[in-house]
């Protein structure tokens, strides 16, 4: 199952989405991210957050979301966006009609937050990963997504 972690600079809270998915889901979930107006880098608060966490970061890039859509990009089964500005654009059209959903996240690239934007999006990810995804349809999927999300988190 492919997961698309979204916000418009694909900076950081999306970055800390696809690593948390990537490295949580234990090879269940494959997550990526993009942005629709990607900074063209990784931001270091990022970066930082994630090596004090014991993640790896090699291969992490800000990348468009063109990259997702078209005939030669993967199968998407959800998108999540991270990010305000990235739940109200209009999208491309993916391969796989995918689920989405919505989990903002205050921006640590503004505030400076990353350890509160690391929990609040790990706390999440947690919970969508003892999900049975597998066996759910879509509108279950949709449903208990948005659950998780006005679940809020522990960490606040």
């Known amino acids: 199952m492919n997961i698309l972690v979204l916000c418009t600079g694909n900076s950081a809270r999306s970055i800390l989405g696809e690593v948390l998915i990537n490295e949580l889901g234990g090879g269940k979930l494959r997550a990526f991210s993009a942005g629709s107006h990607p900074a063209g880098r990784v931001n270091p608060g990022a970066i930082e957050k994630l090596l004090r966490e014991g993640h790896r970061v090699e291969g992490l890039e800000s990348k468009s979301w063109d990259r997702f859509s078209g005939d030669d990009a993967p199968r998407i089964d959800i998108v999540i966006t991270v990010c305000d500005n990235a739940a109200g654009e209009s999208c491309p059209v993916w391969n796989g009609a995918p689920v989405t959903a919505h989990w903002g996240i205050p ?3 503004v505030d400076g937050d990353f350890d509160r934007a ?4 790990r ?3 947690e919970a969508m990963l003892a999900l049975p995804i597998k066996e759910m349809n ?3 999927i949709t449903t208990a997504l948005l659950q998780v999300h006005q679940s809020g988190s522990r960490a606040t």
């Open 123 to 125: 706390w999440r990810i």
């Open 118 to 121: 690391y929990d609040r999006l």
């Open 107 to 109: 921006d640590p690239a």
């Open 138 to 140: 879509a509108a279950e």
